[in-house]
């Protein structure tokens, strides 16, 4: 686990940020009146995996899997075998928002601590890492390939028709081991790239009226509408790998083989 400092951010995107979605907006400014704790790496296969044996947890019958010609529903897929190459250290993968959500409670009581998915105003902050640009990284994203597995020239190659960054970062069309390149400014490893990340908040098509002090807005399984983050390695689209993007999820039960996530951890008293 990271500790993230206590501060503020401009969260979102101005109306003149290139490659933006109508969805980050109107950006606003966010305080965090005290640190918090977020996990450096996302959740490993071999991690998920103690969850999944120590609870039953059951495998959803499907998930979101590219057949060739798009995103559907693939029977038999799991995180057990999303359908990409995958070792322990990986990213655990088709894994639904309520999967993620029962892995912080089991992890919160097995250690006595109060872990849970990150709210989308933590994801964003900590995975800027205290910078201000369009991409957390700096620069233009051709650089992203030194930060985070993406959508590159190779997985270009295995899917013709995607828009991806023009670099190459060593991996084809999958995930990579966690942690295997460059850190963000607070610590933080795979916030672009790798898999997108759930996190907590209800999805709604932008920022008006949503809480300013760091806090997520609603619960994604009880409006049914989830979110994530992070442009994962099928980041596929102009503007993916920004620090602002969003992606909204069919519903909270839906799993997918480039979709995991990583835990939060209250340091201080809880928000209210």
């Known amino acids: ?17 290139r490659e933006r979605d109508v969805d980050e907006g109107p950006a606003r400014t966010v305080s965090f009146a005290q640190p918090f704790a977020i996990g450096a790496y996302e959740v490993t296969r071999a991690q ?38 995958q070792q322990d250290d990986h990213p655990v993968v088709c894994v639904s928002w309520r999967d ?6 089991w992890l919160a009581q097995r250690t006595g601590r109060p872990y ?17 640009t369009a991409h957390a990284f700096g620069g ?8 985070g597995n993406v959508g590159d020239r190779s997985a270009r190659q295995a899917v013709p028709g995607w828009r991806t960054a023009d670099c190459h970062d060593g991996v084809g069309l999958g995930t990579a081991p966690v942690g295997r390149y460059r850190a963000n400014g607070f610590g933080l490893y795979d916030t672009v790239g790798n898999v997108w990340e759930w996190v907590a908040d209800c999805y709604r098509p932008g920022y008006e009226g949503a809480p300013t002090d760091g806090s997520a807005w609603g619960d994604a399984g009880e409006c049914n509408a989830a979110l994530d983050r992070g442009g994962g390695f099928s980041a596929l689209f102009a503007g993916h790998l920004r ?12 799993p997918a083989y480039s979709l995991g996530f990583r835990v939060a951890l209250d340091l201080g008293s809880p928000r209210r």
């Open 1 to 17: 686990m990271v500790v993230v400092p206590a501060g503020r951010f401009r969260m979102g995107s101005e109306p003149d940020e």
């Open 48 to 85: 998920y995996a103690a969850f999944a044996r120590a609870t039953g947890r059951r495998d959803a019958p499907a998930c979101m899997t590219w057949t060739g010609a798009r995103l559907e529903p693939v029977a038999g897929r799991s995180w057990r075998d999303p359908g990409i190459p």
């Open 100 to 105: 993620a959500s029962a892995y912080a409670a």
């Open 116 to 132: 849970r998915l990150p709210s989308e105003a933590e994801w964003e902050y900590a995975a800027r890492g205290g910078s201000t």
């Open 140 to 147: 233009t994203e051709a650089e992203a390939c030194a930060y």
């Open 243 to 254: 620090a602002a993007n969003r992606s909204r999820a069919p519903s909270p039960d839906n």
